[in-house]
């Protein structure tokens, strides 16, 4: 158990809807991170938040966006979602900066849009 | 983020040893090497993390010559449950991001 939750596990929508994947860092983690990995693709880095704010941008769409609260959980909001938006989101915490890549990633949501 | 250069693939055997080598010419002085693990439909798993020399865990070694341009994990007495994507990283001071590369996909035969 790496202390990172992602809620839901899995979820299905339609074409055009708009869904938001939670993320609930380790204790202590001030930063979170979103990635995106596609079927046999890849973990593409969407954005980063540290301690609220947002750090670093990925090749994030303009459809999605991302805000982390004040008690450090974030939320990935994904809207006109698209086939080719189904994937695996993961979410990861922890220490990296100043040349430390150490990150701990959650279980990761399985969005199929239908 | 240090660009990083790893072999697309490899195969071996259940009680081998393996060694995936890492290239990272480009790495800057405070760049820390660290190694994920990423099964099928999971969040990649952080298995090592070093600077210099040598670092063992109870999963893995990581070695690292003097001048740091490259690294080498090593899995000993691999098994099948081994078989999984490897991703080598390097870190940036100025950056905070973590980007993956295509990592090595490790395929352990029976």
């Known amino acids: 158990d790496s202390g990172v939750t992602q809620t839901p596990k899995h979820l299905i929508t339609a074409t055009g809807q708009r869904v938001t994947l939670r993320c609930s860092p380790r204790s202590g983690d001030l930063s979170v991170y979103w990635y995106q990995q596609s079927l046999d693709q890849g973990l593409q880095f969407l954005i980063q938040y540290y301690n609220g704010e947002e750090r670093a941008k990925g090749n994030i769409l303009e459809r999605f966006s991302a805000q982390q609260f004040p008690d450090l959980h974030s939320e990935l909001n994904l809207s006109s979602l698209e086939l080719g938006d189904s994937a695996l989101y993961f979410c990861?915490?922890?220490?990296?900066?100043?040349?430390?890549?150490?990150?701990?990633f959650g279980q990761g949501t399985r969005l199929t849009v239908v | 983020l240090a660009k990083t250069t790893q072999p697309i693939s490899m195969d071996s055997y259940e009680g081998q040893e393996v060694n995936i080598t890492c290239s990272h010419n480009n790495i800057a002085t405070n760049d820390y090497i660290t190694w994920y693990q990423q099964f099928p439909s999971q969040g990649p798993r952080f298995i090592i993390q070093?600077?210099?020399t040598k670092v063992t865990n109870e999963v893995a070694s990581l070695f690292i010559p003097a001048d740091r341009k490259s690294s080498t994990l090593s899995l000993p007495r691999v098994s099948l449950s081994d078989t999984a994507v490897y991703y080598c990283l390097v870190g940036e001071e100025r950056d905070d991001k973590i980007i993956f590369g295509k990592g090595t996909r490790l395929h352990i035969l029976p």
């Open positions: 990861a915490s922890g220490r990296v900066g100043g040349g430390n890549t150490e990150a701990f």
């Open positions: 070093g600077y210099k």
